[in-house]
């Protein structure tokens, strides 16, 4: 069965650069998460987006953003990048059910990560 | 805000014993999903088992079922027949049936299966 893809799975910046990670959901899921786990941490949730709209922000700094895009691929931008930045980043994607208005969380499934390290 | 509560940073267990990793969590709502995931060396992010508030009944997946006490807030894992490869952190984590996405994890577990 096809899972959720992310690339690339390691990526090495220098402060203040730039990175751009990528996450492909699983077809025909229509929602995607973005967490942050830092070293020794629990992951952290960022933002999500359901049917290409921003869906629910978490701990996300101002210095990133996300989109999905008209695919389902989505994208997180991180800029000003700093050392504390440096992390397992996660993308994971689930088919949200709504059910006479109350969403039915089904299981969200994780992508093998993004490494990124800032030097 | 919803918080999750792992007392226990790491276990060990003998392989083919039986191990209860606890987690507490605290919530004001009524409709909530509560999670496992395990996360092996190789980081992936596995599901391990999934409880919805409002079913009564403990979830179980094969050797691993839960103690979800609804009342007490307590949704505890039991793995049964412990084998060398669940070896790994495991995470309690809660969903708001709210409309919130993300997941709010507890700080984790390491279990430990010796052979």
């Known amino acids: 069965a096809a899972g959720v893809i992310q690339s690339p799975r390691h990526l090495i910046k220098e402060k203040r650069e730039t990175a751009t990670l990528k996450c492909y959901p699983i077809?025909?899921?229509?929602?995607v998460y973005w967490y942050q786990q830092g070293p020794g941490q629990d992951p952290q949730f960022l933002i999500s987006?359901?049917?290409?709209?921003?869906?629910d922000k978490g701990s996300i700094p101002d210095r990133f953003s996300a989109q999905q895009f008209s695919d389902y691929h989505s994208e997180l931008n991180m800029s000003s990048l700093e050392l504390g930045d440096s992390a397992l980043y996660f993308c994971?994607?689930?088919?949200?059910?709504?059910?006479?208005?109350?969403?039915?969380?089904?299981?969200?499934?994780f992508g093998p990560g993004t490494r990124l390290t800032v030097l | 805000a919803q918080t999750v509560t792992q007392s226990q940073p790491e276990m060990s267990v003998q392989e083919a014993e039986t191990v209860t990793l606890s987690c507490t969590y605290d919530?004001?709502?009524?409709?909530?999903?509560l999670f496992w995931y395990k996360q092996p060396p190789s980081r992936q992010m596995i599901l391990v088992i999934r409880?919805?508030?409002?079913?009564?009944q403990n979830a179980t997946e094969n050797r691993f079922s839960v103690n979800f006490q609804k009342a007490a807030k307590s949704f505890s894992l039991k793995i049964s027949d412990s084998q060398l490869g669940d070896t790994a952190m495991y995470f309690c984590?809660?969903?708001?049936?709210?409309?919130?996405?993300?997941?709010?994890f507890g700080k984790g577990t390491h279990l430990i299966i010796q052979p």
């Open positions: 077809p025909r899921h229509d929602t």
């Open positions: 987006f359901y049917e290409k709209m921003q869906s």
């Open positions: 994971a994607s689930s088919l949200k059910v709504r059910t006479s208005g109350r969403a039915v969380h089904n299981e969200q499934f």
């Open positions: 409880q919805e508030a409002y079913k009564q």
């Open positions: 984590a809660f969903i708001s049936g709210g409309g919130a996405d993300g997941l709010t």
């Open positions: 919530t004001s709502e009524n409709n909530y999903y």
